[in-house]
């Protein structure tokens, strides 16, 4: 089960991302590190999902890895280190999800699933783009974890809440995600 997204990211992205990889890598690390606190947030306010928990823990142990391996190109590269910064991309989103315990539930695991999959779309490009070696082989490994991400959402959703109701407001929160995606300004960074 995986999130189609209603639009792709435009190549003048790629072309910023390839020409200030730099800045791309420390906006990359401050995403996993997010997407890791995420992931605890989600097990932490629902601890009667079990199974969501279990998830969540594991998932947030593989976006922790994904931040070592950013942080140590980083490291090589001899960056500064960043403060992170607020993600427009995110909190266009995040005004999206609505009140009400359950549909805010279903909204912060469609979001999340939406934000992965939009991952998986952007990761993608990059590893396509980059010649053979250990940075393409990296970004080859974190595409293929945002799509089991993005499914892992997904299906949470289709578990918990109502399945006319996941389906509506996915549809709902793709168009918007792509015209938020189509208002943001091009930048060396995943959103």
């Given at each position: 089960?995986?999130?189609?997204l209603?639009s792709?990211?435009?190549?003048?992205?790629?072309?910023?991302?390839l020409?200030?990889?730099?800045?791309?890598?420390?906006?990359?690390?401050?995403?996993?590190?997010?997407?890791?606190?995420?992931?605890?947030n989600?097990?932490?306010h629902?601890?009667?999902?079990?199974?969501?928990?279990?998830?969540?823990?594991?998932?947030?142990?593989?976006?922790?890895?994904?931040?070592?391996?950013?942080?140590?190109?980083?490291?090589?590269?001899?960056?500064?280190?960043?403060?992170?910064?607020?993600?427009?991309?995110?909190?266009?989103?995040?005004?999206?999800?609505?009140?009400?315990?359950?549909?805010?539930?279903?909204?912060?695991?469609l979001?999340?699933?939406?934000?992965?999959?939009?991952?998986?779309?952007?990761?993608?490009?990059?590893?396509?783009a980059?010649?053979?070696?250990?940075?393409?082989?990296?970004?080859?490994?974190?595409?293929?974890?945002?799509?089991?991400?993005?499914?892992?959402?997904l299906?949470?959703?289709?578990q918990?809440?109502?399945?006319?109701?996941?389906?509506?407001?996915?549809?709902?929160?793709l168009?918007?995600?792509?015209?938020i995606?189509?208002?943001?300004?091009?930048?060396?960074?995943?959103?």
């Open positions: 089960m995986q999130i189609t209603h792709r990211s435009s190549t003048s992205w790629l072309a910023a991302v020409a200030d990889f730099d800045s791309f890598l420390l906006d990359h690390a401050a995403n996993e590190k997010k997407a890791a606190g995420v992931a605890l989600l097990a932490a629902y601890p009667d999902k079990p199974d969501l928990v279990a998830a969540m823990i594991d998932l947030s142990i593989e976006e922790l890895t994904h931040y070592r391996e950013v942080f140590k190109l980083i490291r090589d590269r001899q960056l500064p280190p960043q403060p992170d910064q607020k993600d427009p991309y995110v909190n266009k989103l995040r005004k999206l999800v609505r009140e009400g315990s359950e549909a805010y539930f279903c909204d912060r695991l979001l999340a699933g939406i934000i992965e999959a939009r991952g998986l779309e952007r990761f993608t490009c990059i590893a396509q980059l010649s053979a070696g250990p940075l393409k082989s990296l970004y080859e490994s974190i595409y293929r974890s945002e799509a089991r991400h993005s499914s892992l959402f299906s949470f959703a289709y918990y809440c109502q399945t006319e109701n996941v389906e509506d407001r996915l549809t709902q929160l168009q918007q995600e792509a015209a995606l189509a208002d943001l300004p091009v930048r060396a960074a995943l959103h």
